[in-house]
């Protein structure tokens, strides 16, 4: 028997239906409410009448099976769905805030804007990615932001959860998605990639900061899969003042090859979040598309094309942490900070795609004024940059692997942990000195970073003849 069309004032387990709020491709989303949940509600229900595309039914039993495993202020909380026998629907909490499809009419945006925006998105799909999900629908109207800025993704109809079935992929053989945002990987039928939310994001950054989309809008699949050998314009072509830094982390998601972009979407926000610490490249400085020999080489020749390898969502993760290292240059921690190093150093076979960020805590005074040049005249602040540099210099990793800050703070344990909470931070290593009575009294350090840090703490001690 089909299902009634929903009407306002309508009852459905209880839940009083209010309004039609947005009728989409594939469902519909009404206001709700219910005496024991209360609180604004949404009631997603399913598009299921003659005519309607058959994938509908499809995206929404994935959805059914997704939303309820995920938690987390990145996600609206699920409350209840209703069985196919009866009428589907799913009723989650109602995000306050707006999407981000009212900003269409107004780009491009600020580069700082721009900036902003993208390590909130990219902190949702960490999060996301972290409970074994890539969404595969990132654009602007399934990103909504709550009143204190954190992104918050929706409509899960077309993820892939990596410990359920794919039914999506075992009903259908052509790629499901939105055509300006769709990975080349997603095109050509993989559905298991997270960097492919990379990508998606990439091509919102592009079209926030130029104004334009990187590979419009095509509705053919050869539209989509030109997208395979041909560039885009890059952002500095059309906006010429957009800052290198940006230029560079935009182009790095847009890659054709996902072991080209950033490995995960932790890192991603992190050079968002970090825009001096971006190592630059030839992609910085690009004001052209490629010209038609390089393209007709990528179109033509098969060594060119990218193999797509399938891999797992957790295997990814966790082959690519970031992890903070807290570095003391007193001379008087030389064992110490050898220990460190080695500790460091053992870590990295075992996560190929790591990413490093030495830290080091200039300490200021409560109450005097701080010289900034030392007892020789250096800059202190660019002399511990220096040395920082030169400590994780013998690990020998590429710029963009190993990053360096120096935190100036009163507090050094309270100016990590800042930094660890608005950085996507997997694990921190930092040392400890041997005991001492100023410790024994007043703390350390490393053990108030270990009671408070929001992830794994690694504490290093130096070997005791």
């Known amino acids: 028997m089909a299902a009634p069309r929903l009407a306002a004032g309508s009852e459905i387990d209880g839940f009083t239906v209010g309004t039609l709020l947005h009728r989409g491709g594939m469902a519909g989303l009404w206001s709700v409410t219910h005496p024991d949940h209360p609180g604004p509600l949404l009631m997603k229900v399913p598009l299921l009448f003659e005519g309607e595309d058959p994938a509908a039914i499809v995206s929404f039993e994935m959805e059914q099976m997704i939303l309820p495993r995920l938690s987390g202020q990145h996600v609206p909380r699920f409350i209840a769905s209703g069985d196919f ?42 999060d996301l990615h972290r409970q074994h999900v890539v969404h595969l629908d990132v654009k602007p109207s399934n990103i909504l932001f709550r009143e204190n800025g954190e992104a918050v993704l929706v409509d899960f109809g077309l993820s892939r959860h990596e410990q359920l079935p794919d039914l999506m992929e075992e009903e259908f053989r052509l790629p499901y998605g939105t055509a300006p945002y769709m990975a080349p990987e997603q095109v050509m039928g993989i559905r298991s990639e997270p960097r492919s939310d990379l990508f998606a994001l990439g091509a919102l950054l592009y079209f926030f900061t130029t104004g334009t989309r990187p590979f419009g809008d095509p509705q053919r699949m050869s539209g989509l899969k030109r997208r395979l050998w041909q560039d885009p314009a890059p952002p500095r072509a059309l906006r010429p003042d957009c800052p290198p830094w940006l230029q560079e982390i935009i182009l790095r998601c847009l890659e054709v090859d996902p072991e080209r972009r950033h490995p995960t979407a932790a890192q991603l926000a992190f050079d968002l979040l970090n825009p001096e610490s971006v190592t630059l490249t030839v992609r910085a400085g690009k004001l052209k598309r490629d010209g038609w020999a390089q393209t007709a080489r990528r179109r033509f020749n098969p060594e060119a094309q990218v193999a797509f390898r399938r891999r797992g969502i957790s295997q990814q993760l966790e082959s690519a942490p970031i992890i903070a290292v807290a570095v003391d240059l007193d001379p008087r921690s030389q064992a110490l900070n050898e220990a460190l190093l080695e500790s460091v150093r053992r870590l990295l076979p075992t996560m190929p795609g790591a990413r490093l960020a030495f830290l080091n805590v200039l300490k200021q005074n409560r109450l005097a004024i701080d010289s900034d040049l030392d007892e020789q005249g250096r800059n202190k602040h660019l002399q511990r940059l220096v040395e920082l540099r030169a400590f994780g210099a013998p690990l020998g990793l590429p710029d963009h ?35 001492a009575l100023r410790r024994r009294l007043l703390g350390s350090v490393s053990s108030a970073v270990a009671g408070e840090a929001p992830c794994s703490v690694t504490i290093i001690r130096p070997r005791i003849a």
Do not use: W
Request: aromatic fraction near 4%; glycine fraction near 4%.
């Open 85 to 126: 026998a009866v009428q589907p629907y799913l009723v989650m909490e109602r995000i306050p805030g707006s999407s981000l499809l009212p900003k269409l009419q107004e780009l491009p945006r600020p580069f700082e804007e721009v900036a902003h925006l993208g390590a909130a998105i990219a902190t949702a799909l960490a």
């Open 401 to 435: 692997r190993l990053t360096c800050h120096v935190l100036e703070a009163v507090n050094p344990a309270s100016a990590l942990l800042e930094f660890i909470r608005q950085n996507p931070v997997d694990h921190v290593v930092i040392g400890a000195r041997a005991d």
